[in-house]
Nanobody, 119 residues
Framework: QVQLVESGGGLVQAGGSLRLSCAAS????????MGWFRQAPGKEREFVAS????????YYTDSVKGRFTISRDFAKNTAYLQMNSLKPEDTAVYYC????????????WGQGTRVTVSS
């Protein structure tokens, strides 16, 4: 069982930056993949980025490549999403999630943190 708590959301102007954190508690191993997803108003939840807990591989959706960076601090059991050059279309509730076996099935989810980017 893994518990996830996101933080770091807020209101920022376009072009600004935010760093989201996802603190994990419970059983975590290097085989886990941590993902960030987002859901904008009236839209379906979409994948943003992911990182294997060992740090071996990262993936990003095309719309955030070059602007967002996912990372993790193994000692703190925390994953981060550094978001730069934010755009109004990045406005959404951001969720972190864990795929325990890195097979594309995210079994554990946080409660979400809201990001609002004003134009």
């Amino acid at each position: 069982q893994v518990q996830l708590v996101e933080s770091g959301g807020g209101l920022v102007q376009a072009g600004g930056s935010l760093r989201l954190s996802c603190a994990a508690s419970g059983r975590t191993t290097t085989s886990y993949r941590m993902g960030w997803f987002r859901q904008a108003p009236g839209k379906e939840r979409e994948f943003v980025a992911s990182i294997r807990w060992s740090g071996a591989s990262t993936y990003y959706t095309d719309s955030v490549k070059g602007r967002f960076t996912i990372s993790r601090d193994f000692a703190k059991n925390t994953a981060y999403l550094q978001m730069n050059s934010l755009k109004p279309e990045d406005t959404a509730v951001y969720y972190c999630a864990v795929d325990p076996s890195d097979r594309g099935a995210y079994a554990y989810w946080g409660q979400g943190t809201r990001v609002t980017v004003s134009s």
